[in-house]
Protein backbone atom coordinates (compact mmCIF):
# COMPACT_ATOMS: atom_id res chain seq x y z
CA UNK A 1 0.00 0.00 0.00
CA UNK A 2 1.17 3.36 -1.29
CA UNK A 3 -0.69 6.43 -0.29
CA UNK A 4 -3.60 4.26 0.71
CA UNK A 5 -2.94 2.78 -2.86
CA UNK A 6 -2.66 -0.95 -3.25
CA UNK A 7 0.45 -2.01 -5.65
CA UNK A 8 1.03 -4.75 -6.92
CA UNK A 9 4.16 -6.87 -8.03
CA UNK A 10 4.01 -9.97 -9.51
CA UNK A 11 4.06 -12.94 -12.38
CA UNK A 12 1.63 -12.95 -15.47
CA UNK A 13 -0.79 -15.05 -13.30
CA UNK A 14 -0.95 -13.02 -10.78
CA UNK A 15 -1.79 -10.28 -12.82
CA UNK A 16 -4.75 -12.32 -13.42
CA UNK A 17 -5.36 -13.60 -9.96
CA UNK A 18 -6.12 -9.49 -9.80
CA UNK A 19 -8.06 -8.81 -12.43
CA UNK A 20 -5.55 -6.84 -14.49
CA UNK A 21 -5.53 -8.36 -18.07
CA UNK A 22 -3.83 -6.02 -20.24
CA UNK A 23 -0.29 -7.02 -19.59
CA UNK A 24 1.40 -6.06 -22.37
CA UNK A 25 1.61 -9.92 -24.09
CA UNK A 26 3.01 -8.42 -27.35
CA UNK A 27 6.00 -6.70 -25.32
CA UNK A 28 6.69 -8.82 -22.98
CA UNK A 29 6.95 -11.79 -25.53
CA UNK A 30 10.18 -10.76 -26.97
CA UNK A 31 12.00 -10.73 -23.60
CA UNK A 32 10.49 -14.17 -22.26
CA UNK A 33 11.64 -16.02 -26.12
CA UNK A 34 15.43 -15.01 -24.58
CA UNK A 35 14.92 -16.59 -21.78
CA UNK A 36 14.81 -13.33 -19.55
CA UNK A 37 11.56 -13.43 -16.25
CA UNK A 38 9.07 -10.33 -16.91
CA UNK A 39 7.60 -9.20 -13.48
CA UNK A 40 4.83 -6.61 -13.87
CA UNK A 41 3.97 -3.95 -11.30
CA UNK A 42 0.13 -2.53 -11.59
CA UNK A 43 -2.75 -0.83 -10.06
CA UNK A 44 -6.34 -0.05 -10.75
CA UNK A 45 -6.42 -2.86 -12.37
CA UNK A 46 -3.62 -1.60 -15.24
CA UNK A 47 -0.12 -2.23 -15.71
CA UNK A 48 1.89 0.81 -15.20
CA UNK A 49 5.43 -0.94 -15.65
CA UNK A 50 7.49 -4.04 -16.30
CA UNK A 51 10.86 -5.47 -14.86
CA UNK A 52 12.78 -7.77 -17.03
CA UNK A 53 15.30 -10.31 -15.13
CA UNK A 54 17.79 -12.23 -16.83
CA UNK A 55 18.98 -15.41 -15.70
CA UNK A 56 22.58 -15.90 -16.25
CA UNK A 57 23.51 -19.12 -17.28
CA UNK A 58 26.39 -20.52 -16.21
CA UNK A 59 29.36 -21.44 -19.21
CA UNK A 60 29.51 -24.96 -17.73
CA UNK A 61 25.39 -25.81 -17.50
CA UNK A 62 25.33 -27.60 -20.48
CA UNK A 63 28.63 -29.98 -19.81
CA UNK A 64 27.29 -30.70 -16.23
CA UNK A 65 23.76 -31.60 -18.18
CA UNK A 66 25.57 -34.32 -20.56
CA UNK A 67 27.88 -35.24 -17.37
CA UNK A 68 24.79 -35.77 -15.40
CA UNK A 69 22.66 -37.82 -18.37
CA UNK A 70 26.08 -39.81 -19.01
CA UNK A 71 25.98 -41.37 -15.67
CA UNK A 72 22.15 -42.68 -16.52
CA UNK A 73 20.04 -40.48 -14.54
CA UNK A 74 16.79 -38.49 -15.93
CA UNK A 75 16.79 -34.79 -15.28
CA UNK A 76 13.86 -31.78 -15.42
CA UNK A 77 14.07 -28.62 -14.73
CA UNK A 78 11.17 -27.09 -12.25
CA UNK A 79 10.69 -23.51 -12.70
CA UNK A 80 8.39 -20.90 -11.14
CA UNK A 81 9.03 -19.02 -14.76
CA UNK A 82 6.31 -18.99 -17.33
CA UNK A 83 6.38 -21.69 -20.02
CA UNK A 84 8.65 -19.24 -22.75
CA UNK A 85 11.09 -18.67 -20.39
CA UNK A 86 11.35 -22.58 -18.43
CA UNK A 87 11.45 -23.64 -22.36
CA UNK A 88 13.93 -21.29 -23.63
CA UNK A 89 16.46 -21.87 -20.63
CA UNK A 90 16.09 -25.79 -20.91
CA UNK A 91 16.57 -25.70 -24.40
CA UNK A 92 20.16 -24.20 -23.96
CA UNK A 93 21.14 -26.19 -21.45
CA UNK A 94 19.79 -29.77 -22.89
CA UNK A 95 16.61 -30.58 -20.31
CA UNK A 96 14.33 -31.90 -22.49
CA UNK A 97 11.37 -31.94 -19.53
CA UNK A 98 10.51 -28.56 -18.27
CA UNK A 99 7.94 -27.98 -15.78
CA UNK A 100 6.91 -24.19 -15.74
CA UNK A 101 4.91 -22.14 -13.52
CA UNK A 102 5.60 -24.43 -10.22
CA UNK A 103 5.08 -22.81 -7.09
CA UNK A 104 6.79 -24.10 -4.19
CA UNK A 105 4.18 -26.62 -3.62
CA UNK A 106 4.09 -27.70 -6.67
CA UNK A 107 8.07 -28.32 -6.73
CA UNK A 108 7.03 -30.74 -3.96
CA UNK A 109 4.34 -32.66 -5.54
CA UNK A 110 6.40 -33.11 -8.51
CA UNK A 111 9.16 -34.83 -6.42
CA UNK A 112 6.60 -36.42 -4.62
CA UNK A 113 5.55 -38.35 -7.54
CA UNK A 114 8.02 -39.19 -8.52
CA UNK A 115 9.25 -40.87 -5.64
CA UNK A 116 5.57 -42.40 -5.47
CA UNK A 117 6.24 -44.36 -8.71
CA UNK A 118 8.90 -46.45 -6.54
CA UNK A 119 12.04 -44.04 -8.27
CA UNK A 120 14.56 -42.12 -6.58
CA UNK A 121 14.52 -38.20 -6.81
CA UNK A 122 17.32 -35.69 -6.37
CA UNK A 123 16.19 -31.95 -6.18
CA UNK A 124 18.85 -28.89 -6.50
CA UNK A 125 17.93 -25.82 -5.83
CA UNK A 126 18.68 -22.66 -3.86
CA UNK A 127 16.13 -20.63 -3.33
CA UNK A 128 13.70 -20.00 -0.72
CA UNK A 129 10.89 -21.76 -3.45
CA UNK A 130 12.95 -24.70 -3.74
CA UNK A 131 12.90 -25.50 0.36
CA UNK A 132 9.56 -27.96 0.55
CA UNK A 133 11.15 -29.85 -2.83
CA UNK A 134 14.56 -30.30 -0.94
CA UNK A 135 13.09 -31.46 2.02
CA UNK A 136 10.57 -34.44 0.29
CA UNK A 137 13.34 -35.24 -1.83
CA UNK A 138 15.33 -38.36 -1.36
CA UNK A 139 18.28 -36.48 -1.68
CA UNK A 140 18.49 -32.53 -1.06
CA UNK A 141 21.15 -30.77 -2.39
CA UNK A 142 21.48 -26.67 -2.13
CA UNK A 143 23.84 -24.21 -3.83
CA UNK A 144 26.63 -22.95 -1.21
CA UNK A 145 25.65 -19.29 -2.30
CA UNK A 146 21.46 -19.66 -1.89
CA UNK A 147 19.10 -18.76 0.72
CA UNK A 148 19.64 -20.07 4.55
CA UNK A 149 16.14 -21.88 4.37
CA UNK A 150 17.12 -23.54 1.20
CA UNK A 151 20.59 -24.90 2.80
CA UNK A 152 18.93 -26.23 5.88
CA UNK A 153 16.12 -27.91 4.26
CA UNK A 154 19.03 -30.03 2.34
CA UNK A 155 20.68 -33.15 2.80
CA UNK A 156 24.08 -31.64 0.91
CA UNK A 157 25.57 -28.37 0.40
CA UNK A 158 28.04 -27.56 -2.37
CA UNK A 159 30.09 -24.50 -0.63
CA UNK A 160 31.49 -23.92 -3.80
CA UNK A 161 28.57 -22.96 -5.59
CA UNK A 162 30.45 -25.15 -8.49
CA UNK A 163 27.91 -27.07 -10.74
CA UNK A 164 30.53 -29.46 -11.82
CA UNK A 165 30.31 -30.45 -8.07
CA UNK A 166 26.95 -32.06 -8.79
CA UNK A 167 27.78 -34.84 -11.51
CA UNK A 168 31.10 -35.47 -8.71
CA UNK A 169 28.80 -35.94 -5.72
CA UNK A 170 26.31 -38.32 -7.43
CA UNK A 171 29.68 -40.74 -8.70
CA UNK A 172 30.95 -39.99 -4.83
CA UNK A 173 27.63 -41.37 -3.36
CA UNK A 174 27.56 -44.37 -5.86
CA UNK A 175 30.95 -45.45 -5.23
CA UNK A 176 30.22 -45.05 -1.24
CA UNK A 177 27.07 -46.74 -1.56
CA UNK A 178 29.07 -49.78 -3.22
CA UNK A 179 31.87 -49.73 -1.15
CA UNK A 180 29.55 -49.56 2.34
CA UNK A 181 28.07 -53.07 0.64
CA UNK A 182 31.54 -54.52 0.19
CA UNK A 183 32.79 -53.34 3.54
CA UNK A 184 29.83 -55.53 5.10
CA UNK A 185 30.41 -58.57 2.78
CA UNK A 186 34.44 -58.53 4.34
CA UNK A 187 33.44 -57.42 7.89
CA UNK A 188 31.34 -60.86 8.00
CA UNK A 189 33.24 -63.22 5.26
CA UNK A 190 35.89 -64.23 7.85
CA UNK A 191 34.30 -64.13 10.66
CA UNK A 192 31.23 -66.02 9.44
CA UNK A 193 34.17 -68.83 8.30
CA UNK A 194 36.63 -68.40 10.75
CA UNK A 195 34.45 -68.51 14.48
CA UNK A 196 32.79 -71.26 13.36
CA UNK A 197 35.82 -73.86 12.82
CA UNK A 198 37.61 -72.38 15.63
CA UNK A 199 34.58 -73.74 17.92
CA UNK A 200 34.81 -76.95 16.24
CA UNK A 201 38.68 -77.10 17.25
CA UNK A 202 39.50 -77.14 13.44
CA UNK A 203 41.14 -73.89 13.73
CA UNK A 204 43.24 -72.63 16.19
CA UNK A 205 41.68 -69.50 18.00
CA UNK A 206 45.00 -67.42 17.86
CA UNK A 207 43.98 -67.77 13.72
CA UNK A 208 40.41 -66.97 14.31
CA UNK A 209 41.06 -63.74 16.16
CA UNK A 210 43.96 -62.48 13.24
CA UNK A 211 41.01 -63.35 10.62
CA UNK A 212 38.94 -60.79 12.66
CA UNK A 213 41.79 -58.40 12.51
CA UNK A 214 42.21 -59.13 9.24
CA UNK A 215 38.82 -58.20 8.14
CA UNK A 216 38.79 -54.76 9.65
CA UNK A 217 41.96 -53.84 7.57
CA UNK A 218 40.57 -54.94 4.56
CA UNK A 219 37.46 -52.65 5.36
CA UNK A 220 39.76 -49.66 6.14
CA UNK A 221 41.94 -49.96 3.07
CA UNK A 222 38.84 -50.73 0.94
CA UNK A 223 37.25 -47.32 2.47
CA UNK A 224 40.53 -45.46 1.44
CA UNK A 225 39.16 -45.93 -2.11
CA UNK A 226 36.62 -43.32 -1.89
CA UNK A 227 39.42 -40.50 -2.48
CA UNK A 228 39.64 -41.84 -5.61
CA UNK A 229 36.73 -41.03 -8.14
CA UNK A 230 37.27 -42.27 -11.71
Known amino acids: MIENKKIIIGNRSFMYENSVEDILEDVVLEFEKNGDTVVYMAWDKAVRAIFVISDVIRD ?20 GDNKITTNSIALRVGIEDAISEASPVKKRDVVRDIQ ?28 GRGTDIAMESADAVLIRSNLKSIPYLI ?57 KIG
Open 60 to 79: NAYDVVNDIKEIGLNISIVS
Open 116 to 143: QRGQMAMMIGDGINDAPALTEAMVGVAM
Open 171 to 227: LLSKKTNGIIKQNIFWAFFYNIIAIPLAVAGVLHPIIAAGAMAASSLIVVINSLRIT
